[in-house]
C-alpha cells in the first residue's frame, strides 16, 4: 500500500534531527485495550491486596484487644483468690457471729411467751389493801398464744379483745366484806389484768374469806428476747 | 469500544465485589468473634473488680471485727450459756441456789420434769398449755425444752427479787410458766407476807451439737480461730 503525504505551505524541516517530526500510531487498538485492561486488573489487584491487608490489621488489633482484656481479666482472677484467701483467714469470726445469731434467734423464739411473774405479784401485792392477807396465789401461764377472747364464765365481761396468756387465783382473807371490793378495784387498773372477778366473799368467825380469780393478756408479755432488742 | 467498556465495567465490578467478600469474612469469621470475646472479657473483668472491692471492704470489716474478739467470745460464751448444748442442768442449780442465797430465799427442791423436742409451731399454737402436751415432730434446728420444779422458801419481797434473778440475771434463759404461792413453813400467820414457799415450774432450753461442732465451738469460745 503506498501514503502520500502532502507537504503543508510554509512547512520547513528542522535541519537538526531530519524525519523525527513525522508521527504515527501504528499501535493496534486490541492490543490498547488489553494494554489498558492490565493497567486495570493491576490496580483491581493492588486494592484487593489492601483489602486483605486491611483486614488482617483489624483482625491484629482485635487480637491485641483479646489479649489485653485476657490479661485484665487474669489480674483480676488472681486478685480474687487471694483476696478470698485472706478472707478466708476470718472464717472464725464470721462463725461466731453466725452461731450468735443462730442463738438469739432461738432464745427469741423460746421467749416470745416470757412474762415478768414478778412484777405480776409485786402488782397483786400492792393493789391487796392493809386491812387484807392473801393465803395463797396461783399463777398458770399459757405456752400459746390464744386467738380467741378468754372463754368460760366471764368471756362476755372481757371487753379488751386481747388474747388471754394466764389466770391468776387468789384466796385470802379480810377484815370485812368490804375490804375485797378495794382490792377488785385496784386490781382491775392493772394493765394486762382482765375478768377480774371475786369468786367467793363470805364472812366466818369475824374473818372474811375471799377468793378473787383473772385472767392476763398479751400485755403482759415482755418482748424482751424478741431478735434486735438485744437482751439475750 | 462497547466491548471494551463492557470488560472494563466487568473487571471493576468484580474486583468491588470480591473486596467487598474479603471483607465480610473476615469481618464474620475472625474479626467480629475475637472483639465480641474481648468485650465478654471486658464484662467479667469488671464484674471480678466489682467482687473484689466488695471484698476488700469485708476484709476491713473482719479486721475490724477481730481487734475486738474479746467482745464476740463474750458474746458466743453469753449465747451458749442462754442455750447450752447439753442439759447444763448441774451448772443451773448451782446458779439457783447462788440467786437464791444472794436473795435470801432458800432452794430447796429442783425436779426435772421431762426433755422434749419443740417444734416451731409448738410456740404459737392457740391455747397449748405447755410443750410437754404438744405431739412434738420434728425439732427445730435440735431445739429441747426442760421441765423444772423448784421449791424455794423466803419472804415475799425476797421471792419476787428471786424471780427477777432467775429469769433476768440468767444466764441461763428460763420461762415461767405457773406458780403456786402459799404460807411458808415458818409463817406464823396464814399470810403469804411474811414467809412465803414458792413452787415455781420452769422450762429451760438446750440445743443440743455434735462432738465435732462441740470442739469447733469451744476452740471460738477460747479465742482460737484457727488462722
Known amino acids: 500500500m503506498t501514503i502520500e503525504l502532502a507537504r503543508t505551505e510554509g512547512y520547513s524541516p528542522p535541519t537538526s534531527r531530519p524525519g523525527w517530526d513525522i508521527v504515527a500510531d501504528m499501535t493496534p487498538p486490541e492490543l490498547v485495550t488489553r494494554r489498558r485492561l492490565d493497567i486495570l486488573r493491576r490496580r483491581i489487584a493492588i486494592a484487593l491486596v489492601l483489602v486483605v491487608l486491611l483486614c488482617a490489621a483489624a483482625f491484629g488489633y482485635a487480637m491485641f484487644r483479646h489479649m489485653s482484656a485476657d490479661d485484665d481479666a487474669a489480674a483480676e482472677a488472681t486478685r480474687t483468690t487471694s483476696l478470698t484467701r485472706s478472707a478466708s483467714r476470718f472464717a472464725g469470726i464470721?462463725?461466731?457471729?453466725?452461731?450468735?445469731?443462730?442463738?438469739?434467734?432461738?432464745?427469741?423464739?423460746?421467749?416470745?411467751?416470757?412474762?415478768?411473774?414478778?412484777?405480776?405479784?409485786?402488782?397483786?401485792?400492792?393493789?391487796?389493801?392493809?386491812?387484807?392477807?392473801?393465803?395463797?396465789?396461783?399463777?398458770?401461764?399459757?405456752?400459746?398464744?390464744?386467738?380467741?377472747?378468754?372463754?368460760?364464765?366471764?368471756?362476755?365481761?372481757?371487753?379488751?379483745?386481747?388474747?388471754?396468756?394466764?389466770?391468776?387465783?387468789?384466796?385470802?382473807?379480810?377484815?370485812?366484806?368490804?375490804?375485797?371490793?378495794?382490792?377488785?378495784?385496784?386490781?382491775?387498773?392493772?394493765?394486762?389484768?382482765?375478768?377480774?372477778?371475786?369468786?367467793?366473799?363470805?364472812?366466818?368467825?369475824?374473818?372474811?374469806?375471799?377468793?378473787?380469780?383473772?385472767?392476763?393478756?398479751?400485755?403482759?408479755?415482755?418482748?424482751?428476747?424478741?431478735?434486735?432488742?438485744?437482751?439475750? | 469500544?462497547?466491548?471494551?467498556?463492557?470488560?472494563?465495567?466487568?473487571?471493576?465490578?468484580?474486583?468491588?465485589?470480591?473486596?467487598?467478600?474479603?471483607?465480610?469474612?473476615?469481618?464474620?469469621?475472625?474479626?467480629?468473634?475475637?472483639?465480641?470475646?474481648?468485650?465478654?472479657?471486658?464484662?467479667?473483668?469488671?464484674?471480678?473488680?466489682?467482687?473484689?472491692?466488695?471484698?476488700?471492704?469485708?476484709?476491713?470489716?473482719?479486721?475490724?471485727?477481730?481487734?475486738?474478739?474479746?467482745?464476740?467470745?463474750?458474746?458466743?460464751?453469753?449465747?451458749?450459756?442462754?442455750?447450752?448444748?447439753?442439759?447444763?442442768?448441774?451448772?443451773?442449780?448451782?446458779?439457783?441456789?447462788?440467786?437464791?442465797?444472794?436473795?435470801?430465799?432458800?432452794?430447796?427442791?429442783?425436779?426435772?420434769?421431762?426433755?422434749?423436742?419443740?417444734?416451731?409451731?409448738?410456740?404459737?399454737?392457740?391455747?397449748?398449755?405447755s410443750t410437754s402436751e404438744s405431739a412434738a415432730t420434728t425439732p427445730s434446728g435440735g431445739l429441747f425444752s426442760i421441765q423444772l420444779t423448784v421449791q424455794s422458801d423466803g419472804s415475799l419481797t425476797n421471792q419476787i427479787a428471786f424471780l427477777t434473778a432467775v429469769r433476768t440475771l440468767g444466764p441461763r434463759r428460763t420461762l415461767i410458766t405457773a406458780m403456786e404461792i402459799s404460807p411458808g413453813t415458818g409463817a406464823k400467820v396464814a399470810s403469804v407476807d411474811g414467809a412465803a414457799s414458792f413452787t415455781t415450774q420452769l422450762t429451760v432450753f438446750s440445743a443440743p451439737q455434735s462432738p465435732v461442732q462441740i470442739r469447733q465451738l469451744n476452740k471460738l469460745v477460747s479465742g482460737d480461730l484457727g488462722n
Open chain 2, 1 to 129: 469500544m462497547t466491548g471494551r467498556l463492557n470488560d472494563q465495567r466487568l473487571w471493576l465490578i468484580s474486583g468491588a465485589l470480591v473486596a467487598a467478600l474479603i471483607f465480610l469474612v473476615s469481618w464474620l469469621l475472625f474479626i467480629s468473634p475475637t472483639l465480641s470475646a474481648a468485650s465478654d472479657l471486658d464484662d467479667q473483668t469488671i464484674a471480678s473488680r466489682q467482687q473484689n472491692d466488695a471484698l476488700v471492704a469485708k476484709i476491713k470489716t473482719l479486721e475490724a471485727k477481730r481487734a475486738q474478739l474479746p467482745r464476740y467470745t463474750s458474746s458466743l460464751r453469753a449465747a451458749l450459756a442462754a442455750i447450752p448444748y447439753d442439759s447444763g442442768l448441774p451448772a443451773f442449780t448451782r446458779r439457783l441456789t447462788a440467786q437464791g442465797k444472794a436473795t435470801g430465799v432458800d432452794v430447796s427442791s429442783v425436779v426435772v420434769g421431762g426433755v422434749v423436742p419443740i417444734e416451731p409451731s409448738a410456740v404459737s399454737s392457740a391455747g397449748s398449755a
Open chain 1, 94 to 232: 464470721t462463725q461466731i457471729e453466725s452461731t450468735v445469731d443462730g442463738l438469739d434467734s432461738k432464745v427469741a423464739m423460746v421467749m416470745q411467751t416470757d412474762v415478768d411473774v414478778a412484777r405480776v405479784i409485786a402488782a397483786i401485792r400492792k393493789a391487796l389493801p392493809n386491812s387484807m392477807t392473801m393465803q395463797s396465789i396461783s399463777v398458770t401461764l399459757d405456752q400459746g398464744i390464744s386467738t380467741e377472747a378468754s372463754t368460760g364464765v366471764s368471756a362476755g365481761l372481757d371487753a379488751s379483745g386481747r388474747p388471754t396468756i394466764g389466770t391468776v387465783t387468789i384466796s385470802g382473807s379480810g377484815r370485812g366484806l368490804d375490804d375485797l371490793p378495794a382490792f377488785v378495784d385496784d386490781l382491775m387498773t392493772v394493765r394486762g389484768f382482765v375478768n377480774v372477778l371475786p369468786t367467793s366473799n363470805e364472812v366466818s368467825d369475824g374473818n372474811a374469806q375471799f377468793n378473787v380469780t383473772f385472767t392476763l393478756t398479751d400485755l403482759l408479755r415482755t418482748h424482751r428476747f424478741d431478735v434486735g432488742k438485744g437482751a439475750r
